[in-house]
């Protein structure tokens, strides 16, 4: 699946200028990656720049159930640290963050949060939120 979502209405997006670091902490272990802005990743579902993206070009399980176009919660992530370098969640985000399980104020869709590299950033991928059925790629 993948795409684009017409009903969504286009989000403020800075995207970065300079090299971060994105430290994904999932399934008992963590995942450095150096993010670089005229390497992001393409092709891959979630808005450019944005964490669902970073993490699956990097081999990072984010499940992402509607393709990563904002109409689920399964990419539902917790910025720990770096937030403020992130775009504003829309309300369609938030949205669709209501129905995510464990939400904390720190809570983002992965396929919408893009961070504009003016820091690293610590991303917890919830264990509980994981898809029971998984199609392999």
């Known amino acids: 699946m993948g795409g684009e979502n017409p009903y969504l209405e286009d989000a403020e997006v800075r995207l970065p200028e300079r090299p971060?670091?994105?430290?994904?902490?999932?399934?008992?272990?963590?995942?450095?990656?150096?993010?670089?802005?005229?390497?992001?990743?393409?092709?891959y579902d979630g808005r450019e720049g944005s964490l669902l993206s970073i993490a699956l070009a990097q081999g990072v399980p984010i499940d992402h159930a509607c393709g990563g176009v904002c109409a689920c919660s399964t990419c539902h992530v917790v910025v720990e640290r770096g937030l403020e370098s992130c775009n504003e969640a829309?309300?369609?985000?938030?949205?669709?963050?209501?129905?995510?399980?464990?939400?904390?104020?720190?809570?983002?869709l992965a396929c919408q949060c893009v961070p504009d590299g003016s820091c690293d950033l610590v991303v917890e991928i919830p264990a509980w939120n994981r898809n029971l059925a998984r199609e392999e790629h």
């Open 20 to 43: 971060y670091r994105v430290t994904f902490r999932h399934d008992g272990r963590e995942t450095q990656v150096e993010v670089r802005p005229d390497a992001l990743p393409q092709g």
């Open 90 to 108: 829309s309300e369609d985000e938030e949205d669709m963050l209501d129905l995510a399980p464990g939400l904390t104020p720190n809570s983002r």
